[in-house]
């Protein structure tokens, strides 16, 4: 039976030592990060346009309407709200958790002179819809250019 030849690496055990140091070093950063997720989180949006206005969807599973706050000022939509941890769940040992709890704030600039009282929000199954009329001058406004050669 013929010998095979392994190549020598010296730092064949660094390489293993670096590999086992990142893993751990992944495992404490994926702790911290678990903390601040559940002090404070960041809903995910959609913005979409329609013909006069624009459509804001952000999911917020588990919020109920009182807990989230939609405001409009100087053109800025500011979607914020806060969801707390039930009492029951202060006592368990958790394993892995992965469901938010905290505060939260989002803004999104919207067009000039849009009326934050025509400004309407609903929630349906976990998502809160923020419907934000465009005025008609807003629209009136866009127009495309095309770049002559010099």
Same mark, same amino acid.
């Given at each position: 039976? $013929?010998?095979?030849?392994?190549?020598?690496?010296?730092?064949?055990e660094l390489d293993e030592l670096r590999t086992r140091m990142d893993r751990m070093l992944e495992d404490?950063? %994926?702790?911290? +990060?678990? !903390?601040?997720? *559940?002090?404070?989180?960041? $809903?995910?949006?959609?913005?979409?346009?329609?013909?006069d206005k624009l459509v804001v969807c952000a999911d917020v599973p588990g919020l109920k309407p009182d807990? &989230?706050?939609?405001?409009?000022?100087?053109? !800025?939509?500011?979607?914020? %709200? *806060?969801?707390?941890?039930?009492?029951?769940?202060? %006592?368990?040992?958790? !394993? #892995? #958790?992965?469901? +938010?709890?905290?505060?939260? +704030? +989002?803004? &999104?600039?919207? =067009?000039?002179?849009?009326?934050?009282?025509?400004?309407?929000? @609903?929630?349906?199954? %976990?998502?809160?819809?923020? @419907? !934000? $009329? @465009? =005025? =008609?001058?807003?629209?009136?406004?866009?127009?495309?250019?095309? =770049?002559?050669?010099?």
């Amino acid at each position: 039976m $013929p010998a095979s030849l392994t190549r020598w690496r010296p730092t064949l055990e660094l390489d293993e030592l670096r590999t086992r140091m990142d893993r751990m070093l992944e495992d404490l950063m %994926g702790e911290a +990060r678990e !903390v601040r997720a *559940q002090s404070s989180w960041s $809903p995910a949006i959609d913005v979409h346009r329609e013909a006069d206005k624009l459509v804001v969807c952000a999911d917020v599973p588990g919020l109920k309407p009182d807990e &989230i706050k939609v405001e409009v000022e100087d053109d !800025v939509l500011t979607l914020s %709200g *806060q969801h707390e941890e039930s009492e029951e769940e202060k %006592g368990r040992d958790f !394993v #892995r #958790r992965e469901r +938010r709890y905290g505060s939260f +704030r +989002r803004t &999104i600039a919207l =067009p000039r002179d849009v009326d934050p009282d025509a400004v309407k929000a @609903i929630t349906h199954e %976990g998502v809160l819809e923020v @419907i !934000v $009329p @465009i =005025p =008609p001058t807003e629209s009136a406004t866009h127009r495309v250019i095309t =770049p002559k050669a010099a």
